[in-house]
T-cell receptor
Framework: NAGVTQTPKFQVLKTGQSMTLQCAQD?????MYWYRQDPGMGLRLIYY???????DKGEVPNGYNVSRLNKREFSLRLESAAPSQTSVYFC???????????FGEGSWLTVV | DQQVKQNSPSLSVQEGRISILNCDYT??????FLWYKKYPAEGPTFLIS?????DKNEDGRFTVFLNKSAKHLSLHIVPSQPGDSAVYFC???????????FGSGTKLNVKP
């Protein structure tokens, strides 16, 4: 069972470059999320999509954009990467908003 | 300001003894709580949940207690095993249920 799959697992970017983190879930979940994890800060919500066709800002949306491509896929885009965006990014999904969420394995992003 | 706080960054316990991980929250609208366990280089995995209509939920060696008046929850692991060594996150969501807020995590070390 794949669950939540995110790519790439590791990426190094130069300041100002752009990139997209891809996420797909095979659990037929309605809601999907992007979190970032930083030391001492726990997991902070960047954007979420309560259902296909909707997206909303989380706690730390600045510098990011998202696309809910279909029910399965939810991508996170950094238009102009900054060193402050160096972090571990987790995609997650849940059957409906407010239910238990399931995480992918993480994407380690370094911006130099 | 963080709405979910885990004030102990680390905890060390002897194998076989009880581990108690604590979590405090500030938002009285929170009514659903989750605990996650995270190993290095992996995504968080769901452990146990509790809703505000209950004050205790048990699953094998894991028990979560909720004290709504104190806005406090705790996770008890009995008996603790070396394989329990990981970072534990608590999370909370409000009645709208759109998103979860996470604490900063407690790193548990269970010594053999």
């Amino acid at each position: 069972n794949a669950g939540v799959t995110q790519t790439p697992k590791f990426q190094v970017l130069k300041t100002g470059q752009s990139m997209t983190l891809q996420c797909a879930q095979d659990m037929n979940h309605n809601s999907m999320y992007w979190y970032r994890q930083d030391p001492g800060m726990g997991l902070r919500l960047i954007y979420y999509s309560a259902s296909e066709g909707t997206t909303d800002k989380g706690e730390v949306p600045n510098g990011y954009n998202v696309s809910r491509l279909n029910k399965r896929e939810f991508s996170l885009r950094l238009e102009s990467a900054a060193p402050s965006q160096t972090s571990v990014y987790f995609c997650a999904s849940s059957e409906i908003s407010g239910n238990t969420i399931y995480f992918g394995e993480g994407s380690w992003l370094t911006v130099v | 300001d963080q709405q979910v706080k885990q004030n102990s960054p680390s905890l060390s316990v002897q194998e076989g003894r009880i581990s108690i991980l604590n979590c405090d929250y500030t938002n009285s609208m929170f009514d659903y709580f989750l605990w996650y366990k995270k190993y290095p280089a992996e995504g968080p995995t769901f452990l146990i949940s509790i809703s505000s209509i209950k004050d205790k939920n048990e699953d094998g060696r894991f028990t979560v207690f909720l004290n709504k008046s104190a806005k406090h929850l705790s996770l008890h692991i009995v008996p603790s095993q070396p394989g329990d060594s990981a970072v534990y996150f608590c999370a909370a969501s409000d009645r709208k249920g759109d998103k979860f807020y996470f604490g900063s995590g407690t790193k548990l070390n269970v010594k053999p």
